[in-house]
């Protein structure tokens, strides 16, 4: 009999299969083994080369039309996370697999560098770290991200970054001088301000101070911040939307923004189980919340819908939100990245413009 794999530091408990799976495996004691104990998960990283990396989208409730993702999967773990499903494309589990089977993406910034120098490009604010967290753990050796905004520096092109991920400080001296010029902005995600649910709840992520820390460390050094008060979980942390607001004002933050939580596809059965083992008192009413904002269903994922949610409790929240942004001070539309400073930088063996 194999015993499970120690989950310890993870998020999910479970690794079912991706939907497009012809079957399923699941462990079960048959009589005849003896027990054997699993060492306890460790993260895999294999490399993918990219073919492309700009991502165009067209969705009305996005505030970007483009993004960058370095990496797939996300060994942060959290278990709410919207893009677990996105693992299933690559034949691998949104459980499990999305935080223990990386794939690193190391030619990025060339294919990057390619496409930005297409005559056809059409420059817009980049968003990086809209699927996976650019400043997951692994990013501290691969310097994939780093790299990235290296080539986004040479071009003057603007990027908002979203991030839990305190190695983003590393970084600043890139984002500073950027920052100067109007070409940067970092949101970071703050969800809950106990340490105890979020260490249970986004295992491998950076403690919520440490999070705040990086916001005083960015703005110290110029680089404008958006507090994002992202997932709001009914019955869980909504209690805490005005001092997660406060907490990220009084660091440096001078914008903010909020999302409710998203359970699409997989995430749903993932975040009822891991209810079921951290918050068994309260799964009934965070569930119950939940289907009363999505038409008694656990997500709805029309636009204009999914963020947010309607009914009562989402109007609540969203009312609670805009006096808090209103008394604090904070922005919830930030100024305009410029896309005016884009330059393509000459390549070897260019000719230099006599106008320079």
């Known amino acids: 009999m194999r015993v499970q794999q120690e989950k310890r530091a993870r998020g999910a408990r479970s690794n079912q299969a991706g939907r497009y799976e012809r079957f399923a495996h699941e462990d079960f004691d048959d009589g005849w083994d003896i027990p054997e104990v699993l060492p306890p998960l460790r993260t895999d990283v294999r490399n993918e080369t990219a073919r492309s990396l700009v991502t165009y989208n067209r969705s009305p409730d996005l505030p970007f039309d483009r993004s960058i993702n370095p990496y797939r999967g996300c060994e942060h773990g959290c278990v709410y996370c919207f893009a677990r499903p996105t693992h299933a494309y690559l034949g691998l589990s949104p459980g499990l697999d999305f935080e223990t089977r990386l794939i690193a993406r190391p030619n990025a910034p060339e294919i990057l560098r390619a496409e930005l120098s297409a005559r056809r490009y059409k420059v817009a604010p980049i968003a ?117 607001l406060e907490a990220g004002r009084d660091a440096g933050a001078d914008a903010a923004s909020w999302i409710m939580l998203r359970l699409p596809r997989e995430v749903s059965d993932l975040w009822r189980e891991w209810l079921a083992d951290h918050e068994p008192g309260r799964a009934e009413k965070v569930m119950a919340r939940l289907r009363e904002m999505h038409g008694g269903k656990d997500y709805d994922p029309r636009w204009g819908h999914r963020m947010r949610g309607e009914g009562v409790f989402a109007e609540l929240i969203a009312k609670r939100f805009n006096a808090a942004v209103a008394r604090l001070g904070l922005a919830v539309r930030s100024p305009d990245l410029r896309c005016d400073l884009f330059a393509r930088p000459p390549l070897p063996g260019d000719q230099m413009s006599l106008f320079q």
């Not at 590393?170 to 001088?177: E, F, G, K, S, Y």
């Open 128 to 244: 990086l770290g809209t699927n996976t967290d650019p400043y997951q753990p692994i990013e501290k050796t691969r310097e994939i991200t780093r790299r990235c905004l290296a080539v986004l520096q040479d071009f003057n092109h603007p990027v908002a970054i979203v991030t839990k991920g305190t190695l983003v400080e590393r970084d600043l001296d890139i984002l500073a001088p950027m920052a100067a010029k109007g070409l940067v902005r970092v949101g970071i995600s703050l969800t809950t301000l106990d340490g105890s649910l979020s260490r249970r709840m986004e295992p491998r992520a950076p403690s919520p101070q440490r999070r705040l820390q990086t916001i005083r460390a960015l703005t110290e050094a110029g680089v404008p911040v958006r507090v994002m008060t992202s997932p709001v979980i009914p019955g869980l942390t909504d209690h805490e939307l005005e001092a997660l």
